[in-house]
């Protein structure tokens, strides 16, 4: 079995604008790409676990988002990093403009249907892995998927939750709360 880090995209590998719809929107955010090398390296599949309510709310299509993700990959590498391994996304949401996107699905975080699809797909050991996200919902989606977590404090973790269908635990804590994804890189290959 293998190990990975599974990475929530906005607040973790890029700059959260709250609505990112097109590919020149992308900031990465400081030491990403030498984080994800540094990670790859050391043996981790790297592999990003985003919801994308705006595929719901009809602002964007699935292949727009397909699309902003390879312009990731080509970002990443440009800049010294390393490729992603997979990159999921749930398009879902339960107030969707777009009907056959307003489903209860087991893919929207806090739930861990993208990481344990990606385990099973990869031959991923979730017990030796690791959650990084900037929100409670990613820390409880790899709390119930059975990673590690490491919460990082890039701006978003002061917000209100997302609306969710499962409720976030008030006791709810990661295994790390650190400043960005650089700190938490450190923290996972010190351990």
Request: aromatic letters at 4%.
């Amino acid at each position: 079995m293998r190990r990975a880090v599974f990475l929530d995209r906005d607040g973790v590998l890029v700059e959260d604008i709250h609505l990112l719809t097109h590919a020149d929107q992308l900031r990465l955010l400081p030491g990403v790409p030498g984080g994800l090398v540094r990670l790859h390296e050391a043996g981790f599949l790297l592999v990003v676990v985003s919801n994308q309510p705006v595929v719901a709310r009809g602002l964007c299509s699935e292949a727009d988002i397909i699309r902003i993700h390879a312009a990731l990959d080509d970002r990443l590498v440009a800049e010294g990093g390393c490729r992603i391994d997979r990159c999921s996304f749930c398009p879902h949401h339960p107030d969707a403009n777009v009907p056959e996107y307003r489903i209860a699905c087991d893919c929207r975080k806090p739930k861990p249907g993208m990481l344990l699809d990606a385990a099973a797909e990869l031959g991923i050991d979730v017990s030796a892995s690791f959650m990084i996200g900037d929100r409670l919902t990613d820390v409880a989606a790899g709390v119930a998927a059975g990673c590690r977590t490491v919460w990082v404090q890039t701006g978003r973790h002061v917000d209100p939750l997302i609306q969710t269908e499962v409720p976030i635990e008030s006791d709810l804590k990661p295994d790390h709360v650190c400043a960005d994804l650089p700190t938490a890189v450190g923290w996972i290959l010190n351990l």
